[in-house]
């Protein structure tokens, strides 16, 4: 536990500097000018567009909190700038003023970060990436599909009006195996997401199987009782014949292993080593690795990983906060990483996003592997 002046203390000095900063600023805003003769408004408006920006960041969930965060950030830049800028003084002061418009530049540049966010975070893409291996494979080949971290809700960037779009794109890849990652659902999904997502994965042609592994928020409450249980999960994949793997491995008639761990927060890192699900260690067997969280890739590679599938960081969604806190939990927050010469690790960003249509890192994507024998 944190010392109470750091908890507690500290955060709220910091909120009333922040607060300062912010009332001095929108003092210059050009159409507070205009009520400059009025004190009553020309210092009370400020307070109220404050008190506005505190009601719609009152959702910790809601877009609203990203909107104020950019903004009390641009403004924490500008003013630091604007220092610098005087003690420089001439031209460099001048072309500050002018890019600055009086405080202006902040709320347009919010609203830029706002529009471009809402687009990348609805772009879904198909990332591909391609990889070899000396072990013999089915064919000589094997095409992954990889879902994960979907969390779909209305106000987040995938729903059910987006289940076709989402099935071309998963049948254009034409994978021989579907896995999915975790927090493909979360306590804000409705039954009427999870009847029509699981309907999807049994759309779904994967002649070497479907495999589910949980994440961090498909059972787990963190904000609020979901509207479903593991009952209702379990049913709704089993119809869609999605086999869930919970530190457990199976072996395809192609030879080809997979094994699937419990997501390290659900179990609060009670859950099986890296080297209890494969005993015996490395061998011939081309071995696929779920584990929702990026965590533990030394140990899978030396039980006998060859590729890992994570996601949960969602590439890190909005930056820069979201790529600070997953770097500093997890050992990888987007895209692919040799772990060893035979093992390969690759974290989605995810084929949704959580909480609102908003990204500015990572990418809403599935993931395509294409694994050859050479």
Not at 23 to 51: D, E, I
Not at 146 to 174: G, W
Not at 284 to 294: A, K, Q
Request: charged content about 20%; overall charge positive.
């Amino acid at each position: 536990m944190y010392h109470p002046f750091f908890q507690f203390v500290l955060p709220r000095i910091g909120q009333a500097a922040l607060d300062v900063l912010l009332y001095v600023n929108f003092l210059q805003l050009p159409p507070l000018q205009l009520v400059s003769a009025w004190p009553v408004l020309y210092y009370g408006l400020p307070l109220l567009l404050m008190l506005l920006l505190a009601y719609i960041s009152r959702d910790p969930l809601g877009l609203g909190i990203v909107f104020t965060g950019h903004l009390v950030t641009f403004y924490c830049i500008g003013t630091g700038i604007a220092l610098l800028m005087r003690r420089v003084g001439g031209t460099p002061q001048f072309v500050w003023r002018i890019f600055w418009l009086d405080g202006i530049t902040p709320w347009l540049l919010t609203a830029f970060i706002m529009w471009w966010g809402r687009r990348r975070a609805l772009k879904l893409c198909t990332t591909k990436y391609n990889i070899t291996t000396h072990k013999k494979l089915p064919h000589g080949a094997l095409r992954i599909v990889q879902i994960s971290d979907v969390h779909p809700r209305a106000c987040a960037a995938m729903d059910h009006t987006r289940i076709p779009e989402l099935r071309e794109k998963i049948a254009a890849c034409r994978p021989d195996l579907l896995v999915l990652t975790g927090d493909i659902f979360d306590e804000f999904t409705e039954p009427e997401e999870l009847e029509a997502f699981c309907s999807l994965f049994g759309e779904i042609d994967a002649p070497l199987g479907k495999y589910y592994v949980l994440g961090n928020h498909d059972l787990f409450h963190h904000w609020r009782e979901p509207s479903f249980g593991r009952a209702d999960l379990e049913q709704g994949l089993a119809k869609a014949g999605v086999r869930l793997l919970e530190d457990t491995g199976v072996m395809l008639p192609c030879g080809v292993r997979i094994v699937g761990r419990k997501d390290y927060l659900y179990t609060n890192g009670q859950r099986f080593t890296a080297a209890q699900l494969i005993p015996g260690g490395p061998d011939d067997r081309y071995t696929v690795w779920l584990d929702h969280e990026p965590r533990d890739f030394k140990n899978a590679a030396a039980a006998g990983a060859d590729l890992i599938l994570s996601g949960h960081t969602h590439g890190g969604q909005v930056w820069p906060a979201g790529a600070v806190g997953m770097v500093a939990k997890n050992e990888r927050n987007y895209g692919q990483k040799k772990i060893t010469d035979t093992c390969t690790a690759i974290v989605s960003g995810g084929t949704g996003t959580w909480g609102y249509k908003f990204r500015t890192q990572g990418r809403t994507e599935i993931v395509c592997v294409e694994i050859k024998q050479v």
